[in-house]
T-cell receptor, first 113, second 111 residues
Framework: NAGVTQTPKFRVLKTGQSMTLLCAQD?????MYWYRQDPGMGLRLIHY???????AKGEVPDGYNVSRLKKQNFLLGLESAAPSQTSVYFC????????????FGPGTRLTVL | GQSLEQPSEVTAVEGAIVQINCTYQ??????LSWYQQHDGGAPTFLSY????GLEETGRFSSFLSRSDSYGYLLLQELQMKDSASYFC????????????FGSGTRLLVRP
């Protein structure tokens, strides 16, 4: 079991460029989440999904889009990157009935210049 | 809305006991969780309290008092590897699919 994996691990973008972060989980979890974490701060929820084909907004959704075409994958897109989106992005998943226990991927460190 | 408060930093000596407090405000309540995160690493789940009382898992225990909107994480027999950030998180009725995280407590364990 690989658990939750994220691609890429690091990325540097220029302002205005676009990119997609990929999250994959092999635990057959229904729920998946995207968070960002800024230095010295907690995790803030960007978007989440309660099942294949569904997505919903979290606390800080502006500037991001997501898709969950397959149960095991959750994609986070930045259409036009801004320096304010420089952060560490974590994907997580959780099983039905245990939504307080989330399993996190290793993170993607994104820098927008 | 929801808010959580926890101390920003705690320092303790190896072998000692340390308690990290968390107070929360939510419109409803579906439980308090704790996560550990080492520098450069991913958060990992430590414990969950849905009801009042103490939950014990090895050297770590977590406590909840719903009437006081308060919980704590207790770490015993501290080891150097326990140096990390610890986050409390709540899930409330209005947004039951979402966990809201506190800003974290950085624990430094000294020899």
């Amino acid at each position: 079991n690989a658990g939750v994996t994220q691609t890429p691990k690091f990325r540097v973008l220029k302002t205005g460029q676009s990119m997609t972060l990929l999250c994959a989980q092999d635990m057959n979890h229904e729920y998946m989440y995207w968070y960002r974490q800024d230095p010295g701060m907690g995790l803030r929820l960007i978007h989440y999904s309660v099942g294949e084909g569904t997505t919903a907004k979290g606390e800080v959704p502006d500037g991001y889009n997501v898709s969950r075409l397959k149960k095991q994958n959750f994609l986070l897109g930045l259409e036009s990157a801004a320096p304010s989106q420089t952060s560490v992005y974590f994907c997580a998943s959780s099983p039905t009935g245990r939504r307080n226990e989330q399993f996190f991927g290793p993170g993607t460190r994104l820098t927008v210049l | 809305g929801q808010s959580l408060e926890q101390p920003s930093e705690v320092t303790a000596v190896e072998g000692a006991i340390v308690q990290i407090n968390c107070t929360y405000q939510t419109s409803g309540f579906y439980g308090l969780s704790w996560y550990q995160q080492h520098d450069g690493g991913a958060p990992t789940f430590l414990s969950y309290n849905g009801l009042d009382g103490l939950e014990e898992t090895g050297r770590f225990s977590s406590f909840l008092s719903r009437s006081d909107s308060y919980g704590y994480l207790l770490l015993q027999e501290l080891q150097m590897k326990d140096s990390a950030s610890y986050f409390c998180a709540v899930r409330d009725k209005d947004s039951s699919h979402k966990l809201i995280f506190g800003s974290g407590t950085r624990l430094l364990v000294r020899p």
